[in-house]
């Protein structure tokens, strides 16, 4: 590709320098030609009056004064030079050859090769007197090119400079042109090349590939998002690691309790009895909320989880979760507060997913809650959205935890959650049913003191999906 983009930039330097050196070449002629039409139209009007003054400063027809004015008419030019009676006197010449013989012809040649046309094709008589102070002296006849091709040598020389600039500045332009088309491919190349050997890196594992960004062009902008991706990559990487350890951990600590129980029962320390099958049947039913959780956060995380929006009575729903928490709640003698809205609020949502984020959340409420502590539901409503907020007066979550509880398998407190069966996906999965409302989840709390979780749901999730700039 480097060499592709050097060829190509080389070929437009070639062009454009070619057409400005034919344009200029051209224009060049034109003016120069004019301009020697014009010189040799006034030598030729100042013709008689130089005669003239010869002949009256030498006394007679001097032929050497005579030749010398000649030799500055243009190349070819023939003089006859009559008596007024019209006998010729003399003819006087500056013939083309001369040029030959006093070094110009080198000048010639150049001007020849950059194009100039030195053949004449046209030619033009003109006859004048040459007055005395008696009355005319001579008839001069004067043939003389009359499209002026023809160069005498200093006008020759002044043209082989002009061409030899040109050239010059032509060959200069050409080299500055191929450094600088080599050192911008290269320039622009070699990034790209960077870039191909990153990701053929990235490809065999290497996830710790990183590419130097040096411009904020397209380039710049392409390597920016391949560090971006490998960056993900490995954020991915780690995660799944992460998360395949953990579900080892989490089916090994009940299999391992399952398996003790069954081994002290049989060699006869246990009794099989109803309280340590109790236990069995906990660990087994841990299991299976487990398998069923990590079914769920799965099919919510690779989105196949279709939420089937309906229109929802929130106060109904609430209802309907405080009613199945509620035997639990009073076991433990803890004070519900349920501040139900004055009049009822209804969402676009999914009936079956809704319930199962209250439910975890209000189920956390009741199971990081200590006996005869405090829960309280509120509900706010405002023309976009719904704010639910679920307080309790419960252990709290330390500060360092807060940003990471809506993680898989996060637990803030690993031993008191395992006593409480929590499996860490609950909260996982609160966020995922949020997201999929298109609404967030806010948490604040105080270790010791109690947290508050407020779920903002918008009343109608497909308005916010076409609306960004509603996003919470
Ligand atoms: P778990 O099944 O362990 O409850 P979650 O995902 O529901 O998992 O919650 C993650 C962690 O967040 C919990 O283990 C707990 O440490 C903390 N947490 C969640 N809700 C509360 C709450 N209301 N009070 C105190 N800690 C909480």
């Known amino acids: 590709m480097s060499r592709r983009l050097f060829l190509s930039s080389l070929v437009i330097i070639l062009i454009t320098l070619l057409l400005s050196m034919l344009s200029v070449n051209f224009v060049f002629q034109r003016q120069f030609s004019d301009y020697l039409t014009h010189s040799t139209e006034a030598a030729i009007e100042q013709l008689p009056e130089r005669l003239s003054s010869s002949y009256l400063s030498n006394g007679c027809w001097d032929p050497q004064a005579l030749n010398n004015i000649a030799h500055t008419l243009p190349l070819g030019t023939e003089i006859v030079l009559k008596e007024p009676s019209g006998k010729t006197m003399l003819t006087l010449a500056n013939p083309m050859e001369s040029m030959m013989h006093n070094g110009s012809g080198m000048g010639m040649g150049m001007g020849m090769g950059m194009g100039m046309d030195y053949s004449v094709h046209e030619w033009k008589t003109k006859t004048l007197n040459v007055n005395g102070p008696q009355g005319i002296l001579a008839i001069a006849v004067v043939h003389y090119p009359a499209s002026a091709r023809i160069l005498n040598p200093s006008d020759a020389s002044f043209v082989s400079a002009i061409y030899r600039s040109l050239l010059l500045a032509g060959s200069l332009a050409l080299i500055i042109g191929i450094l600088l088309s080599y050192w911008t491919s290269r320039r622009l190349v070699s990034p790209l090349q960077r870039l191909t050997k990153a990701v053929h890196r990235v490809g065999e594992g290497h996830l710790d590939e990183q590419v130097p960004i040096s411009t904020k062009d397209e380039v710049g902008q392409l390597a920016t998002a391949f560090n ?3 960056d993900n990559l490995k954020k991915q990487e780690y995660l799944r690691k992460q998360f395949t350890a953990d579900i080892a951990h989490e089916l090994r600590t009940p299999l391992t309790s399952i398996r003790s129980y069954i081994e002290a029962f049989q060699d006869g320390v246990l009794p099989a009895d109803a309280e340590n099958l109790t236990i069995i049947n906990e660990e087994i039913e841990r299991l299976v909320a487990l398998s069923s959780d990590l079914k769920d956060l799965n099919v919510a995380e690779i989105g196949a989880l279709k939420p089937n929006f309906t229109q929802i009575n929130v106060e109904e729903l609430l209802d309907k979760v405080i009613y199945k928490l509620y035997p639990l709640i009073q076991e433990r003698e803890i004070n519900l507060e349920w501040e139900k809205p004055k009049q009822s609020i209804v969402i676009q949502g999914d009936e079956h997913l809704l319930t199962r984020l209250f439910y975890n959340v209000l189920h956390n409420a009741y199971k990081y809650t200590q006996s005869k502590g405090q829960i309280s539901i509120r509900i706010e409503n405002s023309t976009l959205d719904v ?10 979550i330390p500060e360092e935890d807060l940003p990471f509880i809506f993680e898989r398998f996060y637990r803030a407190d690993k031993s ?14 609160v966020q995922q049913i949020t997201q999929l409302h298109k609404g967030t989840i806010e948490v604040e709390s105080n270790l010791g003191q109690g947290s508050e979780f407020t779920v903002i749901l918008p009343k109608k999730p497909e308005d916010r999906s076409k609306s960004p700039s509603s996003e919470h």
């Not at 704010?387 to 709290?396: E, I, L, T, W, Y």
């Not at 008191?416 to 999965?429: H, S």
């Open 387 to 396: 704010r639910v907020r679920v307080r309790d007066s419960g252990m709290g």
């Open 228 to 230: 971006d991706m490998a």
């Open 416 to 429: 008191r959650a395992r006593q409480t069966g929590g499996t860490g996906i609950g909260l996982a999965l």
